[in-house]
């Protein structure tokens, strides 16, 4: 296989966190999950997701303390490379709570979502801890409940 970034661009934090999401879609996606999404009978990918949560390949970029493993750019987009082998649906649902969630942490007196709200400080830790990625974005969409 021919990497789209190559190893020399590549620190060796990077080059993990990439070999680490390369074993993760080779051992534990379903082979037959696109398939399934082009049937319909898989609308979101849940358990993707979650699978990818639990092993804290979400968010890559986050803080430590908010969850995340202080990477660089370059190494979540060497984990999209790896993901977006299975197709842009999966890559899309991988890279949502990255690009979410950063609206949040990195910006906390951000755009309002309601004209009264602003994201700060109490929103971060909540979207970044939670347990279950469809609340994180959820939360991340709406605020917190």
């Given at each position: 296989?021919?990497?789209?970034?190559p190893d020399l661009l590549l620190d060796d934090d990077e080059l993990l966190v990439r070999d680490e999401v390369r074993r993760f879609v080779a051992e534990r996606v379903s082979s037959d999950l696109v398939t399934r999404m082009d049937r319909d009978e898989v609308v979101y990918p849940r358990e993707f997701v979650a699978d990818l949560?639990?092993?804290?390949?979400?968010?890559?970029?986050?803080?430590?303390?908010?969850?995340?493993?202080?990477?660089?750019?370059?190494?979540?987009?060497?984990?999209l490379e790896e993901v977006g082998i299975l197709g842009t649906s999966l890559g899309c649902a991988f890279?949502?709570?990255?690009?979410?969630?950063a609206a949040i942490l990195v910006n906390p007196s951000g755009p309002r979502l309601d004209g009264k709200c602003r994201l700060g400080d109490t929103w971060r830790q909540p979207m970044a801890t939670?347990?279950?990625?469809?609340?994180?974005?959820?939360?991340?969409?709406?605020?917190p409940r």
């Open positions: 296989m021919t990497d789209v970034l949560g639990a092993e804290n390949l979400l968010g890559l970029r986050f803080p430590k303390e908010y969850g995340g493993r202080s990477l660089s750019w370059r190494a979540e987009i060497a984990a890279s949502m709570p990255s690009i979410v969630g939670s347990l279950r990625p469809r609340q994180r974005l959820g939360l991340a969409i709406r605020g």
